[in-house]
């Protein structure tokens, strides 16, 4: 009885390490999801790399854009105080010409 006993004892502690113990299907199963992981890991790298190149490029167009909108307003500057001083010479030309005509007319009269 107690053989018996011992020996079921074994064959179920045999079967239980036997359940247990991984399979070349089950590693190879396991080594497979592994690869996908590792390649989705890899698509995700390049992707994010990607985008820290397009952020670059686009940090590189607004710096561009903000220089040409600064020569812009520079321009912009130059060119009101151009037409002040334009009107300031048309009002001085005006007054002028107002001063010569009234010479005239007063030459004329005489």
Do not use: Y
Request: charged content about 25%; overall charge positive; aromatic content about 2%.
């Amino acid at each position: 009885m107690k053989s018996r006993f011992i020996i079921v004892m074994v064959v179920v502690l045999i079967a239980a390490f036997m359940m247990s113990c991984a399979t070349t299907g089950d590693l190879k199963k396991l080594q497979g999801e592994v690869d996908a992981a590792a390649l989705k890991a890899d698509q995700a790298n390049a992707k994010a790399e990607q985008a820290t190149r397009d952020a670059a490029a686009a940090t590189a167009a607004v710096q561009g854009a903000q220089a040409e909108c600064s020569k812009a307003a520079a321009n912009a500057n130059a060119a009101a105080d151009a037409a002040a001083r334009a009107e300031a010479a048309a009002k001085v030309a005006e007054d002028n010409a107002k001063k010569a005509e009234a010479i005239l007319l007063k030459g004329m009269r005489k």
